[in-house]
Nanobody
Framework: QVQLVESGGGLVQAGGSLRLSCAAS????????MGWFRQAPGKDREFVAA????????AYAEFVKGRFTISRDNPKNTVYLQMNSLKPEDTAVYYC?????????????????WGQGTQVTVSS
């Protein structure tokens, strides 16, 4: 099983940028699709972005298209989420997840440590 540790969150003003990282352990990292998710207080967990095992296929939620970019570095067992033009509504705890097979926007099909994550706070 893949172990995932998110980092890179913080407090930023609206319009600013952050880059989140997710370090994965396990020799099978390169065989997993990777995804980013978020959960704001009082809201359901939601899909943000995903990338296929080889990096050739990506998917984004409509509300981040053009602002966020997902990428991965398989030799470093790390997936990134570059977040630009941040808005206050992007404030949430961000989680990364992994799954074998193709990417999907269905949150329940991903493995993640929903108890950890990294906090992103965007001030107006």
């Amino acid at each position: 099983q893949v172990q995932l540790v998110e980092s890179g969150g913080g407090l930023v003003q609206a319009g600013g940028s952050l880059r989140l990282s997710c370090a994965a352990s396990g020799r099978t990292f390169s065989s997993y699709a990777m995804g980013w998710f978020r959960q704001a207080p009082g809201k359901d967990r939601e899909f943000v972005a995903a990338i296929s095992w080889g990096g050739g296929n990506t998917a984004y939620a409509e509300f981040v298209k053009g602002r966020f970019t997902i990428s991965r570095d398989n030799p470093k067992n790390t997936v990134y989420l570059q977040m630009n033009s941040l808005k206050p509504e992007d404030t949430a705890v961000y989680y990364c997840g992994a799954k074998p097979g193709p990417i999907t926007r269905v949150v329940g099909l991903w493995y993640a440590d929903w108890g950890q994550g990294t906090q992103v706070t965007v001030s107006s």
